[in-house]
Each structure stands twice: as structure tokens, then as C-alpha cells.
């Protein structure tokens, strides 16, 4: 709308600041050089939520927003602050994630909302989870700059987050970790001359058992004076003692198992007399 008239200034009247549940209202007074009021009827904008052609301001987000009314040529501008409103809802976002046991969970968004969908500072948030460990707290008060849950065991798991009487669970599908130990399994004792079978599970830094197929290549050894060990990992014991059974990976990862040589049946008697010779 263009208006020609002598209309120098204009005076916004209205409050510098509201939250975003309250509709607030703006004037215009219009003036001439002389500072003398003048009748008229101003067009209305704002930088962000809505104000009509009577001055009715309805807010939206957070922040500053500027209050522009023209008349003719003539602007002028207001800034009013929105801050938020009452809370009204529990956010979080995903609500489903897939990692590893090695991973750390963050979740990007966990806040109470306004009816607008801005964050309200100052409300507590608890979290129960079914696994892992949990930073910084299992309660939290808005905003939340960080959370990070760190899984163990694999599976599905669940974190259960409420406000209020609000909540919501998020899901989390955890995988395998990378390959980190072997545990050795056999027998404790071996007699000598005896052979027994030694087999091998592999697990990763949180116990989870990890497929076989992710061994690398493997490699058995023992002491040497306990016996030897084939690449099978069938071990034939020989003198009589405590000895280390070890499986190594090329990739790093290592199995210890002790066992216990033990005489076995007499294959020879020897006789020695009083004189030192044998009979």
C-alpha cells in the first residue's frame, strides 16, 4: 500500500518481549516533522510468527524477531524477545539406532518442547537403560548438551527416557565388536605321552562371542619342554610339569591356557644296587 501524505516518523508501541504461548498487540502512532500525530493506518510485518493487519503479533520461535511497520516510505522497526513457552512435550530424535558393542550411542536431540517445538530450559529427564553405561547422568536437566550411552552385550536393547508422565523408548539394535581375546578351552590335565584336543572361542572387548571367521590366521604353541601342538590345535604332553598353552591371531588378538603334565603309566623299571650299578 502506498501512502503520500506528510507523515515524517512513526512510533511502534508494544512490549519488548513475551513467550511463545502469548499473542501480544502493537500500536502505531504516526507523526509529522513538527511532531504533530497524524491519523493513518500502518502495514504490518514480522521476521518470524505472524502479525496482522491490526497489529496482533503471534510468535513462533525463540529469539529476537523484528516488528516492522511502514507507512508509505516511512519504516520503522521493533525487537521483541520470545522466549518459550509452558512444556508441553517430550522430544527425542531417532528413536532407533544400530551400532556396535565398541560404539558410543549419542543422541542428537533429547528436549521438552513448547506447542511451538522450541526447547524449554529446566526440566529434568531420566533415562533407565537395560545394558551398558550411561554419560554424564541417568538424570539430566534441559538443555542437554550431551549424552552418550556406551553398549556391552549384543542384542536389542532399550533406554527408556520419561519426563513427567511422558515417555519414550528408543531402540537400539547392538552388533558384534571387532575381535579382542581368545579363551582357550581343554583339558587341565594331560598325562604324559596323552594327547587331548584344545579348542578356542573368540570374544570382544565386552565378552560378546565373536564368529569364527574373523580369527585371522591363528597360530598354537607351548612350552617347549611341555610337549607340542599342532595347527589343529591337538596337543601331545610330554615332561611332567606346568606348562603354557598360547594362540596368537595375526590380528592381534591372544588365548593363554595353563595345563598340568602328569606322569602317566611305567613303561620301564630301572634297578640300581648299593654299589651304584645297574641290575
Given amino acids: 500500500t502506498f501512502n503520500y501524505t506528510t507523515v515524517d ?8 518481549s513475551t513467550d511463545a504461548d502469548t499473542v501480544v498487540s502493537f ?46 516510505q516511512v519504516p520503522v522497526t521493533h525487537t521483541i524477545t520470545v522466549t518459550s513457552g509452558a512444556p508441553v512435550n517430550l522430544v527425542i530424535m531417532p528413536i532407533s539406532f544400530t551400532l556396535t ?8 536431540t533429547v528436549e521438552v518442547q513448547d506447542q511451538r517445538g522450541n526447547a524449554v530450559s529446566g526440566q529434568v529427564i531420566t533415562f533407565a537403560i537395560t545394558n551398558g553405561t550411561y554419560a554424564p547422568s541417568l538424570s539430566v536437566t534441559t538443555p542437554v548438551s550431551s549424552i552418550a550411552w556406551v553398549a556391552w552385550a ?24 571387532a575381535p579382542d581375546y581368545f579363551i582357550i578351552d581343554g583339558c587341565d590335565v594331560v598325562i604324559a605321552a ?4 584344545y579348542n578356542w572361542t573368540l570374544y570382544d572387548m565386552h565378552d560378546n562371542e565373536v564368529p569364527d571367521n574373523q580369527s585371522g590366521s591363528l597360530t598354537w604353541g607351548v612350552d617347549s619342554l611341555g610337549g607340542a601342538i599342532l595347527p589343529s590345535g591337538m596337543f601331545t604332553a610330554d615332561q611332567v610339569g606346568d606348562w603354557d598353552i598360547t594362540l596368537s591371531s595375526d590380528g592381534g588378538m591372544t588365548g593363554l591356557f595353563s595345563v598340568e603334565v602328569d606322569h602317566g603309566e611305567i613303561a620301564d623299571l630301572e634297578v640300581v644296587s648299593t654299589s651304584g650299578s645297574s641290575i
Avoid: R
Avoid at 496482533?56 to 524477531?65: A, E, L, S
Avoid at 558393542?101 to 542428537?108: F, G, H, Q, R
Avoid at 596323552?194 to 584336543?197: L, M, T
Fill in 9 to 16: 516518523s512513526i512510533a511502534i508501541n508494544g512490549p519488548s
Fill in 27 to 72: 500500536s502505531a502512532d504516526l507523526h509529522d516533522t513538527n511532531n504533530q500525530q497524524l491519523s493513518g493506518s500502518v502495514d504490518w510485518s514480522s521476521s518470524d510468527g505472524i502479525i496482522n493487519s491490526n497489529g496482533w503479533f503471534t510468535p513462533d520461535h525463540t529469539g529476537q524477531v523484528n516488528i516492522t511497520a511502514v507507512y508509505g
Fill in 101 to 108: 558393542a565398541d560404539e558410543s550411542l549419542v543422541i542428537p
Fill in 154 to 177: 549384543t542384542g536389542t536393547q532399550w533406554i527408556n527416557v520419561t519426563w513427567g508422565t511422558q515417555s519414550i523408548t528408543i531402540t537400539v539394535s547392538v552388533l558384534v565388536g
Fill in 194 to 197: 596323552e594327547s587331548c584336543q
